[in-house]
């Protein structure tokens, strides 16, 4: 069988393989060896047969991850909760304290440990269920 039909039939297999993942990687490679069929239909040596190929597929590749981030889901929204004040119940001795927020209690850390204590201090995020808290309204 000629060296084109060999790299055609690699080239469909890919393109056909990608159909199941969706990632576009696979069409990259795929794409990569039916340009390396006609190059080979052309008459050119085996060396440059690969060579071309493997390029075409590593740009391929390149460019298909590229378009991937670029579609990629954003990052996710601050929580609703950020900026809203929290009543301090108890301070504890490690930073930590017993906050009431929503009609019930919650557990909270200074957001940095010189932050100042306040009886009404502000949610700047959260870990978990713990709220992360200071002393400054986030801006």
């Known amino acids: 069988m000629a060296a084109h039909w060999m790299w055609w039939i690699a080239g469909v297999i890919l393109i ?23 190059i080979a239909w052309a008459g050119v040596g085996l060396d440059a047969q690969l060579l071309i190929t493997a390029i ?3 740009v391929g590749t390149l460019v298909a ?3 991937r981030l670029r579609r990629a889901t954003p ?4 929580s609703f909760d ?6 301090v119940q108890m301070w504890r001795a490690d930073g930590t304290a017993r906050v ?3 009609g019930t209690q919650w557990n909270a850390e200074l957001e940095r440990p010189d932050a100042a204590r306040e009886r009404t201090m502000y949610i700047v995020g959260t870990r978990g269920s ?8 986030p801006g």
Request: proline letters at 8%; glycine letters at 12%; hydrophobic letters at 50%.
């Open 100 to 102: 009431t927020y929503r």
């Open 65 to 67: 991850h590229r378009l």
């Open 75 to 78: 990052p996710p929204m601050p």
């Open 82 to 87: 950020v900026g809203q004040p929290v009543q």
């Open 16 to 38: 056909g393989a990608e159909m199941v993942t969706g990632t576009f990687y696979l069409f990259a490679a795929g794409l990569a060896c039916v340009v390396g069929g006609l």
């Open 130 to 137: 713990t709220l992360i808290v200071a002393a400054q309204r």
């Open 56 to 58: 075409l597929a590593i």
